[in-house]
């Protein structure tokens, strides 16, 4: 059975909440916010600057992320819409002592060497690893073509996989990441990409987590990156 | 450790039941569909107005001719605005595993009308238009009123009879697929009809659903439950 089901934005299944999106609305900067274009979501960077050309429908699906400023670290995030009161996305909270669970699917559009991918669940939209105290994400790195995770945790600094002496996956232009987040009842967080595991550490503390997609412009090199997101999809228990 | 039981998919899968009425290009606003808009194809002698569609209180929407010309036709398909809707942006390729389903329903004792839905390069019912196409037609009074199912690859038309016939309020279901090889099925109520292939011939397609009144009456209308498409990610 699927946990989630194609074509439904919102839906309750027993005790657990589920949120899905499949960009069949552009997204924009937060100022863009209108109705024809996404009411969920938002593009916006942690660095460089970010234009509502930064994001286009992809014509095979999803919507396509770009860094287009030609800077090293110039990003483009995927966040639930920031506006006050306009999307459950960003206003409903992802709790580590809520199960939550995010998944997503992903492909590099281009220039994989010069990229800097990241998506699951933050505290906080940039990409670097250790920002956090807590967080179940996936990411590359700068001129590596492997795929790595990342599960930190308050009381376990952080575990990583998939470094350069250790490649579990190849990152290859243009094939789908499927990436699922996860932390149970007992705190422990898991890292799933393609449906390995690939990180996991237990101990997590109570903390506010956001679903969070990203790339970023390594060196700023002549080719920009772009990043492909087919969808993305939460799920958290009801109950408190 | 057993990998998670997961999702999906790797197929792009849009729904969409008319929570708000399509209304003309030009009336987009929040009181009327974002991704579906009703226009008058280009063989329509008539005007498009966003009251040619309404919303049908036991579900969908239908669609009117109200114009009384011979060749007035409201005719539906994803909102023609740029950056609109993923409805119009994606590519519904014959090399993409697409699929289309609607269920359909004539809300009047349709005297004359010609009613289409399907898979088009263009928005008109007629047969001869299109290169590539595979859709279901319907004109009342031609071919003893059966359902049509038409395929046409790089111009060279197919159409067969169903043996299938209209009702008044009475749903038809068409489906139609298009596998990894190109062929494309079509489905009546669950019943394969007519089958082709496109390989060789891709041709990117739109999904179409409309009526022409064919007559002049100012009444024939169908009723449209849902459309939904559907094709693999990249």
């Known amino acids: 059975m699927a946990l989630w089901k194609p074509g439904r934005k919102i839906w309750h299944d027993g005790d657990r909440l589920f949120l899905f999106e499949n960009f069949q609305k552009l997204v924009q900067k937060n100022a863009s916010v209108a109705i024809s274009y996404n009411l969920d979501w938002e593009i916006l960077h942690s660095s460089g600057g970010i234009g509502d050309t930064d994001a286009v429908f992809n014509v095979e699906g999803g919507v396509t992320l770009g860094t287009q400023d030609s800077t090293a670290n110039d990003d483009c995030i995927l966040n639930g819409h920031l506006a006050t009161a306009q999307s459950m996305w960003d206003d409903l909270s992802f709790g580590s002592d809520h199960e939550p669970i995010f998944e997503c699917l992903i492909d590099v559009k281009s220039a994989i060497t010069d990229a800097v991918i990241w998506a699951g669940l933050k505290k906080t939209q940039v990409p670097a690893i250790s920002t956090d105290a807590d967080a179940a994400f996936m990411h590359t790195d700068n001129d590596n073509s492997f795929v790595g995770a990342t599960v930190e945790t308050s009381n376990v600094a952080y575990t990583t996989v998939g470094q350069a002496d250790t490649p579990n996956q190849t990152l290859v232009q243009a094939h789908p990441i499927h990436v699922r987040c996860e932390v149970d009842r007992n705190m422990a967080a898991r890292v799933y990409i393609n449906g390995r595991l690939e990180a996991q550490a237990g101990g997590m503390a109570v903390a506010a987590l956001k679903p969070y997609v990203g790339i970023s412009d390594d060196t700023g090199g002549a080719v920009n990156p772009e990043l492909n997101v087919r969808w993305i999809a939460v799920s958290r228990r009801l109950s408190i | ?234």
């Open chain 2, 1 to 234: 450790m057993k990998p998670p039981e997961s999702i999906l998919t790797s197929r792009l899968e849009l729904e969409e039941y008319f929570l708000q009425p399509p209304g003309i290009n030009g009336d987009i606003a929040v009181a009327y569909s974002l991704d579906f808009e009703v226009l008058e194809s280009a063989v329509s002698a008539g005007s498009a107005a966003s009251t040619d569609c309404v919303i049908f209180a036991d579900g969908g929407i239908t669609l009117g001719c109200q114009n009384g010309d011979d060749t007035d036709d409201c005719v539906l398909q994803p909102h023609l605005d740029a950056t609109q809707s993923a409805w119009a942006a994606t590519k519904w390729g014959t090399d993409n595993e697409i699929e289309f389903e609607t269920l359909i329903t004539p809300r009047t004792a349709i005297a004359k009308a010609v009613l289409w839905a399907g898979l088009k390069l263009t928005s008109t019912d007629v047969i001869a238009t299109d290169a590539d196409s595979v859709f279901v037609r319907v004109e009342v009074g031609v071919n003893s009123g059966q359902i049509q199912s038409n395929i046409s690859v790089g111009g060279s038309d197919t159409t067969v009879s169903t043996e299938l016939e209209i009702g008044l309020e009475v749903p038809i279901r068409v489906q139609i697929t298009l596998d990894a090889a190109e062929t494309a099925r079509v489905y009546v109520d669950g019943q394969l009809v007519q089958s082709g292939s496109f390989a060789g011939n891709s041709a990117d397609l739109i999904p179409y659903v409309g009526i022409a009144a064919n007559s002049g009456s100012a009444t024939d209308e169908l009723g449209v439950l849902y459309v939904k498409m559907s094709r693999r990610y990249a």
